[in-house]
């Protein structure tokens, strides 16, 4: 079946650090972009940070030098290794394979958990 399942998600103080992992299963993370997205309270559905088939990794500004996104193909897992977390960053994330989904999607976060290739969300929160 075809499922993403993150995990990692919790509450930490500013400064600390979390490490976010996304489970797959139903197709092979070399066959597809991987993407972290996150919403915040008030905020839109934004693109956090992508890693490419290639390798080559992409990163919002406002969490370059902070979060690493890497993946293990032998376990079908992606990665969002998370530093230096601010009270800013405090949202749901979720792990979606962005070339897979319609173009067309929902504004919020939470309405695309019914698309495949998009997980059911990690909450964050991240205290001053």
């Known amino acids: 079946a075809l499922r993403l399942v993150e995990s990692g998600g919790g509450s930490v103080q500013a400064g600390g650090s979390l490490r976010l992992s996304c489970v797959v299963s139903?197709?092979?993370?070399?066959?597809?972009?991987m993407a972290w997205y996150r919403q915040g309270p008030g905020d839109e559905c934004e693109l956090v940070s992508l890693?490419?088939?290639?390798?080559?990794?992409y990163y919002v500004d406002f969490v370059k030098g902070r979060f690493t996104i890497t993946q293990d193909d032998s376990k079908n897992t992606v990665y969002l290794q998370m530093n230096a977390l601010k009270p800013e960053d405090t949202a749901v994330y979720y792990c979606?394979?962005?070339?897979?989904?319609?173009?067309?999607?929902?504004?919020?976060?939470?309405?695309?958990?019914?698309?495949?290739?998009w997980g059911q969300g990690t909450q964050v929160t991240v205290s001053s």
């Open positions: 979606a394979a962005p070339s897979k989904l319609p173009l067309s999607l929902p504004d919020r976060c939470a309405d695309r958990i019914d698309f495949s290739y």
């Open positions: 139903g197709f092979r993370l070399d066959d597809s972009d």
């Open positions: 890693i490419r088939t290639d390798g080559s990794t």
